[in-house]
């Protein structure tokens, strides 16, 4: 077996760390940067192509500075310049990770994925079963992150175990059994965390899947089953009330449903600043100043729940723009590496943009490091080749 190189244990290492820690994927990026920087003068070139060939890298600067653009000109600069500096988080993730795969297109990152997806799921599974019921009401299953996350987590995850399913490549019958055994068990878990549309945003990613792989096809009426009988379920287990239905339903005295007053009020700051926004971070600052009372016992929220009207709030329609021109330039390339490359993971970078895209009808997801970082993995990984046939052309 072929030793590691330091670029492919530090990728590794960062894919094992991402869906359990902030702080450990923080470290392993700066391992993966030092390990770049070690090998840039022998394969310098080959990163510079990559990242040339890449116009989604140039679509995150854009991003990027769309953002700095608002907090320069949001009423609170200094608040909104800390906050916009997120961004270039994003942006440093996703030139390491096409840089390494560039030079590393074998990292082991199915296996490290694996790894963490699985005890990140058994974790949360275990939560559940050994934490009864809490005030009448099931404990959430989150692993190390907040439950939402975990759900997002999850969805990914089974997203990715179904895609190898569908296009398995030399896996023998035993790795197909284990492989069918992780999806299952990323399910449960997604199921457990009550993350509501994250479900909904797995079976959108898996129709994705479906259209790109025929084989799938087959599929879809359990994975429908699957989803009616995961609603069903949630209509009467003891959930405090986050049924489906619930979050569809319009009902103020509901606590659920302070959704609709925070799009809103993100909708009412975007009228007041259209172009440039309140700035980043400005939706938190400023939500007493367009909602007096507290909100299902809050008067701060840092989210509009929604990802869309969040950007057009704090960045306003330069923002926002920025934002869709990023996210169809990933769901394109994803889509056409999936129909030039057979293999899952080009499967899976198309399923998991598209549910991301579903994700962000009720969560800002983007606004988390952690989250937004698997996912420029899972794509930087999945559309891979689409940089190399760059290359030699």
Request: glycine share 8%; aromatic share 8%.
């Amino acid at each position: 077996m072929r030793s590691l190189t330091p670029v492919a244990a530090a990728l590794a290492l960062t894919a094992l760390a991402l869906p359990l820690s902030i702080a450990a994927s923080n470290i392993a990026l700066a391992l993966l940067a030092l390990a770049l920087i070690l090998r840039a003068r022998t394969d310098g070139r080959a990163m510079l192509s990559a990242w040339r060939s890449e116009p989604v890298l140039a679509a995150l600067a854009a991003y990027a500075a769309a953002g700095l653009l608002a907090a320069a000109c949001s009423s609170a600069p200094g608040p909104s310049l800390r906050d916009a500096v997120k961004d270039l988080h994003r942006l440093w993730a996703m030139g390491l990770f096409v840089a390494a795969l560039a030079v590393e297109p074998g990292a082991p990152l199915l296996p490290a994925l694996g790894l963490s997806f699985g005890a990140a799921a058994l974790t949360g599974a275990g939560q559940v079963l050994l934490g009864g019921l809490k005030g009448g009401m099931m404990v959430r299953a989150h692993a190390f992150v907040h439950p939402v996350v975990f759900g997002e987590q999850m969805a990914v995850a089974a997203l990715g175990g179904a895609c190898v399913l569908l296009r398995p490549g030399e896996r023998d019958a035993r790795g197909r059994a284990a492989v069918a055994a992780f999806a299952l068990l990323a399910a449960t878990a997604l199921i457990l965390s009550q993350t509501r549309m994250a479900l909904f945003a797995a079976a959108a990613g898996f129709a994705v899947v479906a259209l790109l792989e025929p084989r799938a096809r087959r599929w879809a009426l359990p994975a429908m089953a699957l989803v009616v009988v995961s609603a069903l379920t949630w209509e009467v287990m003891p959930n405090g009330g986050r049924t489906l239905s619930a979050l569809f339903r319009y009902d103020p005295a509901n606590p659920q449903q302070v959704r609709w007053t925070l799009w809103d009020t993100a909708w009412r700051m975007f009228r007041d600043r259209p172009w440039t926004g309140v700035g980043p971070g400005g939706f938190h600052r400023l939500f007493p100043s367009y909602h007096a009372s507290a909100l299902d016992g809050e008067t701060h929220w840092g989210s509009a729940h929604n990802l869309y009207l969040h950007q057009l709030a704090e960045r306003g329609l330069a923002g926002a723009a920025a934002l869709a021109a990023l996210l169809g330039l990933m769901a394109s390339r994803a889509v056409r590496a999936a129909r030039t490359t057979p293999d899952a993971r080009a499967l899976w970078a198309a399923g998991a943009v598209c549910a991301f895209l579903v994700l962000s009808l009720t969560e800002t997801s983007f606004q988390n490091e952690q989250f937004s970082a698997l996912l420029l993995l899972v794509w930087a990984w999945g559309t891979a080749a689409l940089r190399r046939g760059s290359e030699n052309l």
